[in-house]
Structures are given as C-alpha cells and as structure tokens.
C-alpha cells in the first residue's frame, strides 16, 4: 500500500490541481492533499480561508474513486523543520508531489523520495490567473472543478477577493 502527498496552497483548487490528482492516484493507492499555508487568508494572493479550500477539495474528489484526505498545514517560520512538521500533521505517507523548488528540496534532505509532475494547460490552469480573473469581473468558472464553483459562490469568495485587492490597492496615506 503506498500513500502519495500533495502540498499546494490551493487558493483556489483549480482543474490543474485536480488533473494531476488523477495522475496521482494512478500511481498510489491513497492521496493525502496538504493545504499549505493553512492560516492565511482575507488577502489577494490568498483569499480563501483553510476550511474553505477543505471544502472546496473535498467536495472535488467525491467525485473520484479515491480514498484521499484533506489536512491544512500552517506555515513555520523555520525551514529546517518544516518536513517534521508536515509528518506530524498528516497521515504517513511514502512519496510527496510537488513542482515547488524549496518544498522539493526540503523533502529530499530529509530523505523523503519526491516526484515532479507535468503542467496541465499552465497559461490558463494557474491560480494566479483565476484570481486576476475574479478581481477582473471575467469567467472564472471554466477553470474549476464543478464542486469548486458551487463552494466559491456558497463563501461569497469573489466578492472577497474583490474587496480585499480593492484594500491592498489602497493608498496608505
Ligand atoms: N496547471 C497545473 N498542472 C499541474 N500542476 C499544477 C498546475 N498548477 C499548479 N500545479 C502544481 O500544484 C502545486 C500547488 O500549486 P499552487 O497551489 O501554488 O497553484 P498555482 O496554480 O501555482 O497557484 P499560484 O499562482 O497561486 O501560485 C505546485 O506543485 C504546482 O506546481
Ligand atoms: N517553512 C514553511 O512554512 C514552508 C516551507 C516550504 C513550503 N511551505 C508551504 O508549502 C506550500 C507549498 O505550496 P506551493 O507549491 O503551492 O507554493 C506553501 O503553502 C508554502 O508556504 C512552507
């Protein structure tokens, strides 16, 4: 039995994320999803709260024939110790996906094999677009999982999103 972890900070879940899921789960038999930087929330880069971004991915992978678990993962202001932290939170697990060049290395001191996956449709399937998308008034939803739309409109997350860049935005005088 081999368990796969995939940390991203999901803000939001897109259809990227969940491609590679699927790619995932062909190659494990469990897939343990890590919310990075589980406690950030209310801004323009990460606007979604950690108990949203649970939903948002529990709720897409319902609809896969997977046993996976979803578990939020607060940032630590000490590198050197992050990969313990992470193995404290989640369920064990033998091998962690990840395109992130820090995550990769981290894991790799500390002895955990890493795989590197492809990129899914990368001009329009990253989260940074979606997010531009939503500030911007423009479609949004075609980049989502389903389940993912039903839970940004439940949150009212676009009309957050909105708010908080019209914050950041703000003159500080
Ligand atoms: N389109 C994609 N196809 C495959 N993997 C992806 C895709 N987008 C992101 N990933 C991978 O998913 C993991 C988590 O990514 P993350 O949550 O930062 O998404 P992102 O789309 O890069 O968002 P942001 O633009 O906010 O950084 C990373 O390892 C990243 O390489
Ligand atoms: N010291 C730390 O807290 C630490 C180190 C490496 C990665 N992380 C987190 O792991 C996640 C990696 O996800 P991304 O690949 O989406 O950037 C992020 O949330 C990032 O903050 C945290």
Do not use: C
């Not at 796969?4 to 062909?26: D, K, M």
């Not at 589980?38 to 990460?46: F, L, P």
């Not at 795989?115 to 399937?125: D, G, H, I, V, Y």
């Amino acid at each position: 039995m081999t368990r796969g972890f995939y940390i991203g900070r999901f803000q939001p879940y897109h259809s990227g994320h969940h491609a590679l899921v699927e790619q995932i789960a062909e190659e494990v038999d469990e897939v343990v999803v890590g919310i990075g930087s589980a406690g950030d929330s209310h801004t323009a880069r990460d606007p979604f709260t950690a108990g949203e971004r649970v939903m948002m991915i529990t709720k897409a992978l319902e609809a896969l024939d997977l046993t996976s678990y979803v578990v939020p993962i607060e940032d630590l202001n000490r590198n050197s110790v992050w990969v313990s932290h992470v193995q404290s939170m989640s369920p064990r697990f033998d091998v962690a996906y990840s395109n992130n060049p820090l995550v990769i290395q981290l894991f790799e001191e500390a002895g955990v094999e890493v795989r590197q996956s492809k990129m899914f449709n990368r001009e329009e399937l990253k989260g940074s677009e979606i997010r531009e998308r939503m500030i911007a008034g423009d479609a949004w939803e075609p980049y989502v999982p389903d389940a993912v739309v039903d839970v940004i409109h439940e949150v009212d997350g676009v009309e957050r999103i909105q708010r908080v860049n019209s914050v950041d935005d703000a003159p500080t005088e």
